[in-house]
């Protein structure tokens, strides 16, 4: 799979030709502070100079997939989380809405709207962990410290809404845990306004910096041809100018209703994937504040579908009929016809899909996840290959992959 | 609604000095240095909890201090990484509370394997078991990490109860109107 790598300049190589020198080989990760997780990279140098690359991968592996088979399709929920823990909400909403696609169920406004406000605040965590780990990648420390207290704060909503800061397993297949919190949009709607000037304030620090220009501009440059072949979604495809978005492409959960750009890169280099970063950043604020400013009432759960979604908890408590219907929709799981379903949503980090094939009732009989991070990364043996070995780091920033769902 | 290729300007004389990239840097850095802490002084300070926050799960008794789980094992049954046990046992015929008939005998769950879904607690159909506010746990040993029933109950106390469920039922029964 890897390419061999070859002196661009003849002169070099006639230069080099005399020395009588060794490739050694170098074993980066599976625990390395710039691999993000545990990925590791078994590189060959010639020198500073990456002849080859052999991305390893799985050490996070946990049969997610075959886990989905022997349990209920809300029991897998919390296994979502687990994907992309960057931002589980964005990967609760996914998985919800392609086991919904698979009963034709469709979920009223207010549950719509309040998942597409999730996904894009998840997508602002995902992209300021983006920036700031890159920051630190490239030598700029306080960029991370000045976004991680930016995520801070939106801990702080996601905790309030479901109930916890990281794990949020926060769908459920028709509807959500539980509704929005009195006033928390408006606080929600609060936070945009006081970090629309932050996010610049933190831009600020990159974006015209000669120190960490150096260090990403024509670094790891991916060629629109390459983006295609190689299956790159997300931030990664749009740096190298390809404009797929699914939000625009093939909209979910209410994304027509609003309107929002889809940055594109010029070059594809480490640079153009942080300048597509900070700005869908800018386009997602401008998405949750539209969403908030016409938020509807109504139900937020599918209230029609009886035998997928759990009755409501006082129900429960005084009625023999909610009581029963409680218990089977637990014991046997979200009644589901039979068929198969693939649904890709757009993701912080790409495209994320579910594949479900049902045979009818309660339990996926295949789900298969295509999750961004694995395709992003495939490009990793040609992308190093003729870099320095500090440019592999900076590569590596610029992709924001995360292993666990990566290796699931 | 369009898509917009981000441009990049070359950088100016003065940028390639990197001198106001740094300048720029510094101004930032101290205006934040003026700005009150963002951190908190864990143990001695301690965050907010919010309402319906998802610690550890407890079980609870209704104001009369009647233990409310019936020891369905629907919860049990839910858990994903299965980490609940529940033993159900029979209440006497004696006690007042006879009419529920079934209470644990042991309920333990083990918080080397709870993941604080929340599941548990949405299922019961009791509401007898809770994520409270409790959020760090430790122990020792495996075995400790254990929680029985007597340490869940401990954990977590009393709840206001809207129904009164049993008692409803149980005085309907000596009406001669049950169900
Ligand atoms: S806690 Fe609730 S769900 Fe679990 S056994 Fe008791 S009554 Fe059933
Ligand atoms: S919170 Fe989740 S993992 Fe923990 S006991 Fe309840 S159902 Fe099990």
């Known amino acids: 799979m890897a390419t061999e790598f070859s002196f661009p300049d003849p002169a070099a190589k006639a230069a080099t030709a005399e020395f009588e020198t060794e490739k050694m080989s170098l074993s980066m990760g599976p625990s390395h502070p710039s691999t993000h997780g545990v990925l590791r990279l078994q590189l060959e140098l010639d020198g500073e100079i990456v002849t080859k690359c052999d991305p390893v991968i799985g050490y996070l592996h946990r049969g997610d997939e075959k886990i989905a088979e022997n349990m209920t399709y809300n029991q897998f929920v919390p296994y979502t989380d687990r994907l992309d823990y960057i931002a589980p909400l964005a990967n609760n909403m996914a998985y919800a809405i392609a086991v919904e696609r698979l009963a034709k169920l469709e979920v009223p406004a207010r549950c719509q709207a309040i998942r597409l406000i999730t996904a894009e605040m998840a997508r602002l965590s995902s992209h300021l962990l983006g920036l700031g ?54 606080r929600v709607d609060a936070f945009c306004d006081q970090f629309l000037p932050i996010l610049e304030e933190i831009l600020a620090l990159l974006t015209r910096n000669k120190i960490f220009m150096d260090r990403t501009v024509g670094v790891g440059v991916i060629t629109k041809e390459d983006a295609i072949a190689y299956g790159i979604t997300g931030p990664n495809a749009r740096g190298s100018g390809l404009g797929l978005d699914l939000r625009k492409d093939k909209p979910y959960s209410g994304y027509e209703q609003y309107e929002f750009d889809v940055p594109v890169g010029t070059t594809g280099d480490s640079y153009d994937r942080y300048l597509v970063r900070g700005e869908e950043m800018r386009q997602s604020v401008r998405i949750i504040k539209q969403a908030i400013a016409k938020f509807p009432g109504g139900p937020w759960f599918a209230t029609e579908a009886r035998k997928i979604f759990a009755p409501p908890k006082d129900k429960v408590l005084t009625s023999m009929e909610e009581l029963i219907q409680n218990f089977m929709i637990v014991t046997e799981g979200p009644q589901m016809p039979a068929g198969e379903v693939y649904f890709e949503a757009e993701n912080p980090k790409g495209v994320l899909g579910f594949y479900v094939v049902s045979k009818g009732g309660g339990v996926p009989w295949r789900l298969k996840i295509r999750s961004p991070s694995f395709c992003n990364l495939s490009i990793l043996p040609k992308l190093c290959v003729g870099s320095l070995i500090s440019d592999v780091v900076a590569i590596l920033g610029s992709l924001d992959f995360v292993m666990g769902e990566c290796d699931r | 609604m369009a898509i917009i290729p981000l441009e990049r300007k070359p950088l100016s004389l003065a940028e390639r000095t990197y001198l106001p990239a740094i300048l720029s840097g510094l101004k930032t850095t101290f205006k934040r240095l003026l700005k009150p802490a963002e951190t908190l002084e864990y143990p001695e300070q301690r965050p907010a909890i919010p309402p319906g926050y998802r610690g550890v799960p407890t079980l609870v008794r209704d104001p009369n201090g009647r233990e409310k789980c019936v020891s369905c094992q629907l919860c049990e049954f839910v858990c994903p990484p299965k980490a609940i046990r529940i033993t159900p046992g029979e209440i006497p015929a004696d006690a007042p509370t006879a009419q529920v008939e079934k209470a644990p005998k042991a309920f333990d769950i083990d918080m080397l394997r709870c993941i604080y879904c929340g599941l548990c607690q949405e299922v019961c159909p009791e509401e007898a078991i809770f994520l409270q506010n409790q959020y760090s746990m430790s122990g020792y040993t495996r075995a400790e990490m254990v929680n029985h029933k007597d340490r869940l109950y401990e954990l977590g106390g009393t709840l206001p109860d809207q129904h009164f469920k049993w008692d409803k039922k149980k005085a309907a029964a000596e009406h001669g109107n049950a169900h």
């Not at chain 1, 905790?159 to 769908?171: D, I, P, W």
């Open chain 1, 133 to 186: 780990a890159f920051g630190i990648d490239t030598g700029a420390w306080t960029v991370f410290m000045y976004t991680f207290t930016e995520r801070e704060k939106l801990y702080k909503l996601f905790e309030e809404l479901t109930g916890a800061r990281f794990t949020t397993s926060y769908s459920r297949i028709g509807g959500l845990q539980r509704d929005v919190p009195e006033g928390w949009t408006g």
